[in-house]
């Protein structure tokens, strides 16, 4: 059945897509969607990702087919999702010409007297990226200039996944340099050898605590799906990471592992030639989880996010009872915020203990 129909139980085709004498053998969809031992799930679907629009759509089209397959006998479950998560819009400027027409936005350029397209002036707007307002961006431009990973991940880590949020091309830079640390870390971009050497490497108890905290946060927050703060996480220990390979040229293996481990959901394909590189004949696929050292997890330390202006600058690592004094401290030493603040003074502080510290500037 073509179009609408066909995609309303596509899920069930996918469970025995080979059989050519029913659209899924019923051992079969009882086994995926009402689970191995019989089970009484609702759905067998664990997680349904779609924005606002598709539940008015696809997920409700979907139910009803569904429920009609349910009455007939032919599925097990009186529904197919189990969970509804609904993600953000992208957003993107968008321009329209004084009659109202929209215009290719990549198209548009900027002039000391305004935006233009073909010699027209042009008004910017802000709206959801998409064909309608012609503000779509190319994804293979990404993909050719810094390659799929780093595209994948910033959108990972541009925000919220149920928030909406600006499309910045100016912060993609921030991951694809995340990227290109993870791999120095891991091989000598001199001599191509790797660095984490074949046994073990003493690391310190502070790198330690980091690594092991750091699998802790990301666990859960993946499992929150907060792709934005894991890579905050994973970002902070990259650094962390760094530095020391800096200071004594040469990397802990296991600590690395973790990291490209970390990162495997996120860059699939940086992580999984690193994962080679070091020796490995599984495929990363098959690697368990780390798990944390909860002795190394009870810490003494929190780490919050910082934002300049509202924009997310960075994390620190406080510990609890830190006021706001230290906390603003280890804020301005960031680097990202340091950059900022070269041009700017600090207004004022919103610091939630705990939670986050927001450093409010005007200009200098």
């Not at 091309?169 to 340099?177: A, L, N, Q, S, T």
């Not at 120095?184 to 790198?207: H, K, S, Y």
Request: net charge negative.
């Amino acid at each position: 059945m073509p179009q609408w129909a066909g995609s309303c139980w596509y899920y069930l085709r996918y469970l025995d897509p080979l059989n050519d004498e029913a659209f899924v053998d019923p051992a079969v969809e009882r086994f995926w969607m009402a689970g191995a031992g019989g089970g009484d799930r609702v759905g067998g679907v664990d997680l349904y990702v779609g924005g606002v629009e598709h539940a008015v759509l696809h997920l409700l089209y979907a139910r009803f087919w569904h429920k009609i397959l349910f009455d007939l006998g032919y599925a097990s479950t009186p529904e197919p999702f189990q969970r509804l998560y609904n993600q953000g819009y992208i957003l993107a400027d968008a321009f329209t010409t004084p009659a109202g027409r929209y215009v290719p936005a990549a198209k548009v350029v900027e002039a000391e007297d305004g935006l233009f397209y073909q010699g027209e002036r042009v008004r910017r707007h802000s709206g959801k990226m998409g064909k309608s307002l012609k503000n779509s961006v190319s994804p293979d431009e990404i993909y050719e200039s810094y390659g799929a990973d780093t595209l994948r991940m910033y959108e990972m880590a541009m925000g919220p996944l149920d928030a909406d949020r600006p499309w910045q091309p100016d912060d993609i830079v921030g991951v694809y340099r995340f990227l290109q640390r993870l791999w120095r870390n891991v091989v000598n971009e001199q001599t191509g050898e790797l660095r984490p050497a074949a046994g073990p490497l003493p690391v310190t108890d502070e790198l330690y605590k980091l690594a092991h905290r750091t699998i802790d946060d990301v666990t859960r927050l993946f499992g929150e799906l907060r792709f934005n703060v894991a890579t905050a996480r994973l970002t902070d220990l990259n650094n962390a990471l760094t530095q020391f390979v800096f200071r004594e040229e040469a990397c802990p293996r296991q600590i690395a592992e973790y990291l490209i481990l970390m990162t495997f959901p996120l860059a699939p394909h940086v992580a999984s030639e690193l994962w080679q590189r070091l020796g490995h004949l599984d495929r990363i696929d098959d690697e368990a989880f780390p798990v944390a050292d909860p002795n190394a997890v009870k810490e003494a330390f929190v780490v919050i996010p910082v934002t300049v202006d509202g924009r997310p600058r960075g994390t620190i690592s406080i510990v609890r009872e830190a006021t706001e004094a230290d906390a603003v401290d280890a804020g301005l030493r960031l680097e990202a915020v340091a950059k900022v603040m070269e041009a700017k003074q600090l207004d004022r502080v919103v610091f939630v203990p705990g939670k986050i510290l927001n450093l409010v500037t005007r200009d200098a």
